[in-house]
């Protein structure tokens, strides 16, 4: 049969157990720190990454429309050099149509207004008139485009509103307030 541990022997036992215990709090609160600092890294790394992912996407937008601005610049210096307008004019249209099957390229597309119902997901009102057919867009100011579902910006526009019918005042109803009598 074991012996009873002496209160000696239990303090010494519980104290060793305590030891142990510090001792392994001690060692994950040091692996939770260097988790922590680690994640830290990880964010501050990804939010490089991040930019630097932006930039290169700017630097390739950029270089797609570089050959456009030096068209434009061509037609401008030409048309000093030679003061021939109807070559400067066909010059801008072909520039014109090049940035166009640039912007269509990326998924550009203008947004439907002149003759549509005006929606607000679409179309910003600037103005608004009275009409017999209300809700529809009557004047666009600025085309509005969208790519892939979003609107990147909504085109400006005028819209018709309903016209109000004006009411000429009816007299009020006789009202009479009947009583039961009991």
Same mark, same amino acid.
């Given at each position: ?9 239990? @303090?010494?036992?519980?104290? @060793? ?15 939770? +720190?260097?988790?922590? $600092? ?21 630097? +390739? ?5 570089? /050959? ?6 061509? $037609? ?14 066909? #010059?801008?249209?072909?520039?014109? $149509?090049? *940035?166009? %099957?640039?912007?269509?390229?990326? #998924?550009?597309? /203008? ?6 119902? *005006?929606? /607000? ?9 009275? $009409? ?38 009816? /007299?009020?109803? %006789? ?8």
């Amino acid at each position: 049969m074991e012996e009873p541990k002496t209160q000696q022997e239990q @303090t010494n036992q519980l104290q @060793t157990l305590l030891e142990e215990k510090e001792r392994q709090i001690k060692e994950l609160i040091e692996r939770l +720190q260097r988790l922590q $600092a680690d994640f830290e890294n990880y964010k501050k790394r990804q939010a490089r990454e991040h930019e630097e992912l932006l930039l290169r996407l700017e630097d +390739q937008l950029l270089t797609e429309i570089l /050959p456009i601005y030096d068209n434009l610049e061509r $037609a401008f210096r030409a048309f000093n050099k030679n003061n021939d307008k109807d070559s400067f004019i066909e #010059g801008i249209e072909r520039i014109f $149509a090049q *940035f166009h %099957s640039f912007l269509e390229g990326k #998924g550009v597309r /203008p947004i439907p207004a002149v003759g549509e119902l *005006f929606d /607000p997901l679409l179309h910003e009102a600037l103005i608004t008139v009275e $009409a017999e057919d209300g809700g529809k867009v009557l004047e666009e100011f600025e085309r509005g485009y969208q790519r892939a579902g979003r609107v990147l910006r909504p085109s400006k526009v005028k819209v018709s509103k309903r016209k109000v019918p004006e009411t000429s005042q009816s /007299p009020e109803s %006789s009202a009479t307030s009947h009583t039961k009598e009991g």
